[in-house]
């Protein structure tokens, strides 16, 4: 039996775990040194942007495509597998253009044409549509920030989910099927016996050895391939959001998509609440990244310029997270590490790792059952 140690367990390690734990004949183990979900993917506001994307083919469309694929079997398959409810907005997302926009219309309506050979649905919407279907959006001033609505794009196969619920549901359904789950363990060292082969890895909790270990940790992904003299370097990047209840709906009550313009997003939360993020914040000189106030009041001054009436809502609450994102290279990051036939890697997911996650288990599952499951050597 092939024995598979996951280091990390935020939406991509969970999704990993449970991935393989669909594989006959195989062993798995997931450490981490928190319990899970509560990283970046705890940060994470869940918007599954896929046929909205500008990205159309080789691996980044490729993945996209697959996850949101996945994700329509995924959620009502873990749901009945562990009879917890992973809220999963199937409305949409709404992407809000503005008078910056009206030289890429038709980049967009290219990009229609595109996604409709592709299979996918994309329509782009007037203000008067616009108006009809979703009140709660200001055309006439919904940009006084900068400039005015002037439409928007539909995509109603993307989606939006909640990140800690699935990446909880991911963990109970791998434990329903046999996944060894260690929470509260850190790893201290990777000794290499031989060149290209990890044997085992030093933890806390003792030695743990394996035939494949893949590394699926986020920020902490650089210090775990330094022990393996193979640095790859993440880097965090700091994201802020904000929980807001305005106590109802926003607009029609029936149609509550994910809305999203000049890079921000409102995502209804259920019960009149609503989810608005997310800054991006670089580190200064040293990797700290105190959270900068007045770029998430920008964000929440940007978000009622789109919707009005957000002006009125409470903040329930504020969060932040740090997103991992690979340093001179393009995220994510996921194959062998250099100099290693049995070491994966599937991290570096910056801003992606919700919608890439289940793309990124198929992509691990293949590479361990493309070697015949045996270990790497």
Excluded at 93 to 120: C, F, N, T
Aim: charge should be negative.
């Amino acid at each position: 039996m092939s024995h598979v140690v996951i280091i990390g367990c935020g939406v991509v390690g969970a999704a990993i775990a449970y991935e393989l734990s669909l594989v006959k004949g195989l062993k798995i183990t997931v450490c981490d040194r928190q319990l899970p979900a509560q990283a970046s993917t705890g940060a994470a506001l869940g918007v599954l942007m896929g046929a909205i994307s500008q990205k159309i083919k080789g691996k980044a469309w490729q993945m996209r495509q697959t996850s949101i694929q996945r994700y329509e079997t995924l959620i009502p398959e873990l749901e009945a597998l562990t009879g917890r409810k992973i809220p999963f907005n199937r409305q949409g997302i709404l992407m809000l253009l503005s008078d910056s926009s009206l030289e890429g219309m038709s980049a967009w309506e290219k990009l229609v044409k595109i996604r409709h050979s592709q299979g996918w649905n994309l329509e782009i919407w007037d203000t008067a549509k616009l108006q009809n279907i979703c009140p709660q959006v200001d055309v006439y001033d919904g940009l006084r920030l900068q400039e005015k609505v002037t439409g928007a794009v539909y995509s109603p196969q993307d989606r939006q989910l909640d990140p800690t619920a699935l990446t909880l549901a991911l963990v109970e359904a791998a434990q329903q099927n046999g996944v060894t789950f260690k929470f509260g363990v850190t790893v201290l060292d990777a000794p290499t016996s031989t060149p290209e082969f990890c044997h085992c890895l030093e933890t806390t909790e003792g030695k743990i050895t394996a035939d494949w270990f893949v590394i699926a940790a986020g920020l902490g992904s650089t210090p775990l391939t330094a022990k393996l003299n193979q640095i790859i370097d993440i880097r965090p990047v700091l994201g802020q959001a904000l929980q807001m209840r305005v106590g109802h709906p926003l607009g029609n009550p029936d149609f509550q998509p994910a809305i999203t313009g000049n890079d921000v997003h409102i995502v209804p939360v259920g019960d009149g609440d609503y989810w608005v993020g997310a800054t991006v914040e670089f580190p200064s000189n040293s990797d700290e990244i105190p959270p900068n106030q007045e770029l998430l009041e920008s964000i929440r001054e940007q978000a009622i310029a789109f919707c009005p009436e957000l002006a009125t809502a409470t903040i329930l609450r504020t969060w932040s997270g740090l997103r991992p994102r690979p340093e001179g290279r393009p995220a994510p990051v996921i194959g062998k590490l250099p100099g290693f036939s049995n070491v994966l890697l599937a991290t570096g997911h910056y801003r992606n790792g919700v919608l890439l996650a289940p793309a990124t288990a198929y992509a691990i599952r293949e590479m361990i059952i493309s070697q015949g499951m045996g270990s790497g050597e």
